[in-house]
């Protein structure tokens, strides 16, 4: 990805409503073509440190948060001062992706891109490729479940090791 920034689409081609697949869900409200630049993920920008102490967002669901985590180490957390972003789900076969791209202060942003053309009405979808400490023993894998229902699906959200 070029450090230029891109442009995203207009707020109106996507819309969150209720997901079959977990919660609530990004759908696309008009067509989008593959390339297209859909969201910026924005939110607080924080430390692991900080985002450990926050941790959990909601003890009834202590595996789920809004955090992106960047390659700098920073994370974002799409909790406080986010947006729509936080609300895509996790696929084994997505439709988008994320990209980090660094502005001219050398601050790195995400932003989702269209991996094919995606259809009015389909819901969008990125590979949260989630990374743990230690070992993926079976009953963290249960607490990373997929609910993708794709045929590729690995059965969990976490990243191949």
Avoid at 9 to 14: F, L, P, W
Avoid at 21 to 42: L, P, R, S, W
Avoid at 116 to 142: H, M, P, R, W
């Amino acid at each position: 990805m070029s450090n230029k920034f891109p442009k995203t689409s207009n707020k109106a081609s996507i819309q969150v409503q209720d997901s079959s697949i977990h919660g609530k869900g990004v759908f696309a409200q008009k067509n989008i073509q593959k390339g297209d630049c859909i969201i910026e993920y924005k939110g607080e920008r924080i430390s692991w440190k900080a985002a450990i102490k926050r941790h959990p967002h909601d003890p009834s669901q202590p595996n789920h948060t809004f955090y992106f985590s960047l390659t700098n180490g920073k994370v974002i957390d799409g909790k406080v001062k986010g947006n729509d972003a936080k609300w895509i789900n996790h696929s084994c076969s997505p439709n988008c992706i994320a990209h980090e791209i660094e502005d001219k202060k050398d601050r790195l942003h995400v932003f989702l891109f269209a991996k094919k053309n995606i259809k009015i009405g389909e819901e969008l979808f990125y590979d949260y490729s989630l990374d743990v400490e230690g070992k993926q023993t079976k009953a963290i894998k249960k607490d990373y479940l997929c609910r993708c229902g794709s045929n590729k699906c690995r059965g969990t959200m976490l990243c191949k090791k």
